[in-house]
């Protein structure tokens, strides 16, 4: 049956007016779980709040739980399904810069979005920040091509490049998810409370 | 205090995701029929060509190996159609009784051999139970004549050209077709006269 | 308020060991499902229905009408073989052999939005079928050209005069095949020397699938 767009069961216009109504969801869940608050997030990196990673690691494991049950019972054809294509080196430099950024400003680019949006000076200057970024990325464009284009390895997902079935990386994942939520509680325990 | 609130939002949550998932598996049905995935399966036949029987393949065979079915309706069966054969109409191809007879041809190792009344007509079944996943399916290139009461087949001449077509397409732009005009009578042409209709709207 | 206090607080460890172990079950639970195959293409059920259905085909009469009408979103497809294409072929026709129907190289012809795609053959057995594998996988706008080249050949290039008896209607009929045949080179003297039109070389990008990109 699914996906829905591509199948011609929702007509395309309906597009931008589904992905504004995602957008407002997933913007108040940010908001709700308090990710707006750049104190919360680099509590991942100092060890003090873990939020962030239980939060997108709970969101990443009922997703694909919930994808690949909706491929059994043919509700979604899971090969229409758009898969990022990757290009393992400009990944890697990419996410270092991010990581980066992160620390730095303690947002990520959501979550940046929110925080202006509820009036946080830092936020602003992040999210300027952001633009001048993407400015410099542009003019350098010609200079980081080959690093940008290289080594593309296709449409590939992780239980595709470690020769597994999905299922049963799922359900390794998923108990792996369930240790780092058990590991990570024990760390916060331990480590000097902060107030926020 | 304010953490424990969310308690209610969490076993919400737990039991709309358990029902979600036991109302997809009850309400969830097995497809009946399904093409394979594997394209090779028809590909290759079509690539070989080894899918069409010619009516000398026929006698050439032990005839007991072939299960002749009939692809046209049941109208034009009655009025006659080759000895042993079955009658299932395309669009009933997908029907219970009729998949099951086919799934017994198959287990007793029997080709299933398909005409029309050109293999045109058939070529669509064949498709079909190919894709499908049945192996032992060909098509008989038959024409099927219904002359004097009588039913006979004979050869169908399969994608043969009719004409040389660059030879006589070069015979024809140098004027060697000729063709003559044909003068016509005049037909006076009368159109009747339409009455006014009132036309509005609202 | 200390001993309801501690309840909930037992309440909320528990729920959260309870929503541990819903996902991994369930996680599990794909493990376990015993799997079965899984339909490619359309249903087998709307495919029937298709190959029941005439709609595919077209006369040679409104493919002759297009062609010298220029239609901007015609496209021929000949799915003889290359050497039979060679020989001879209608105006602008592209190859792709039976066989190749489904590699990706016609793909990006195939199983796109933009023009009206006519398969033909010398007669409409193989065009038919390629019609069928492509509807099998689900392309739009493919059509099959009754009768394939030699009714091409019967009705336009050598069309059979009507009787006397006949009506109206065939007489222009056989007026309009008679000149759509001049246009495709009938008695028309001077195009003996002419040489071979090149092929009009069609490019087309594959259709790509929607991509929706995000992050957080």
């Not at chain 2, 039991?15 to 394209?39: D, W």
Request: proline share 3%; with cysteine.
């Amino acid at each position: 049956m699914g996906p829905l767009i591509p199948n011609g069961i929702i007509p395309p216009e309906w597009n931008f007016v589904i992905a504004i109504l995602i957008g407002i969801v997933f913007g108040f869940t940010l908001e709700a779980s308090g990710f707006s608050s750049s104190r919360k997030i680099v509590g991942t990196f100092y060890g003090y709040d873990f939020a962030v990673l239980k939060v997108f690691f709970t969101a990443a494991l009922v997703a694909m739980i919930g994808v690949y049950y909706m491929d059994y019972l043919e509700l979604v054809n899971i090969e229409e399904l758009f898969v990022l294509p990757t290009y393992t080196w400009s990944a890697i430099t990419g996410g270092v810069f991010m990581g980066l950024g992160f620390v730095l400003g303690g947002f990520c680019p959501g979550t940046t979005l929110c925080a202006a949006a509820i009036g946080k000076i830092d936020a602003m200057a992040t999210m300027l920040g952001i633009f001048i970024g993407i400015f410099i990325f542009s003019e350098l464009y010609d200079f980081i091509e080959p690093l940008f284009d290289s080594s593309y390895l296709g449409r590939i997902t992780i239980s595709d490049s470690l020769g597994i079935s999905p299922y049963w990386f799922i359900f390794l994942f998923a108990i792996l998810a369930v240790i780092t939520f058990y590991v990570v509680d024990v760390i916060r325990k331990r480590v000097k409370k902060v107030f926020y | 205090m304010k953490e424990l609130e969310k308690t209610k939002r969490i076993s919400f949550s737990a039991v709309i995701i358990i029902l979600a998932v036991l109302i997809g598996v009850l309400s969830f049905k097995k497809p009946n029929n399904i093409f394979k995935k594997n394209i090779e399966l028809t590909l290759k036949p079509i690539a070989s060509q080894n899918y069409i029987l010619y009516q000398k393949d026929i006698f050439a065979t032990t005839i007991n190996n072939l299960a002749f079915i009939d692809i046209r309706n049941a109208f034009k069966y009655s009025k006659g159609h080759l000895k042993n054969s079955k009658n299932i109409y395309t669009a009933n191809l997908l029907e219970k009784k009729n998949k099951e007879y086919l799934k017994h041809l198959e287990t007793q190792h029997k080709t299933i051999v398909l005409y029309g009344s050109e293999p045109g007509e058939a070529s669509g079944a064949w498709m079909l139970l190919t894709q499908m996943g049945y192996k032992n399916v060909k098509l008989l290139c038959v024409k099927t004549n219904y002359i004097n009461n009588k039913f006979s087949i004979s050869d169908y001449p399969l994608e043969k050209e009719q004409y040389n077509y660059a030879a006589y397409m070069k015979k024809a732009s140098s004027g060697g077709i000729k063709t003559k005009k044909i003068v016509r009578k005049k037909v006076i042409k009368l159109t009747k006269k339409k009455k006014k209709v009132a036309e509005g709207g609202c | 308020m200390s001993k309801t206090y501690k309840i909930k607080k037992v309440i909320v460890k528990t729920e959260y060991k309870v929503l541990a172990a819903l996902l991994i079950i369930l996680a599990g639970g794909l493990v376990l499902l015993p799997k079965y195959e899984k339909n490619s293409g359309i249903k087998p059920e709307s495919f029937l229905l298709n190959i029941m259905s005439t709609e595919r085909y077209i006369t040679t009469d409104q493919i002759a009408d297009k062609i010298i009408k220029q239609d901007p979103n015609l496209l021929l497809i000949d799915v003889r073989k290359k050497e039979d294409y060679d020989s001879f072929s209608l105006p602008n026709a592209v190859n792709i052999p039976l066989e190749d129907v489904l590699s990706s190289d016609s793909e990006a012809y195939l199983n796109q939005d933009e023009y009206d795609v006519v398969l033909f053959s010398n007669d409409n057995f193989y065009a038919d079928q390629a019609w069928q594998l492509c509807n099998r996988m689900g392309y739009k706008h493919i059509y099959v050209l009754k009768g394939g080249l030699n009714e091409w050949f019967n009705t336009i290039i050598n069309p059979k005069e009507p009787k006397v008896t006949e009506p109206e209607l065939a007489f222009k009929q056989y007026d309009f095949r008679k000149a759509a045949g001049m246009y495709f080179g009938v008695g028309n003297n001077k195009t003996t020397t002419t040489k071979v039109k090149p092929k009009k070389v069609i490019k087309l990008t594959k259709k790509k699938k929607k991509v929706a990109e995000g992050g957080c």
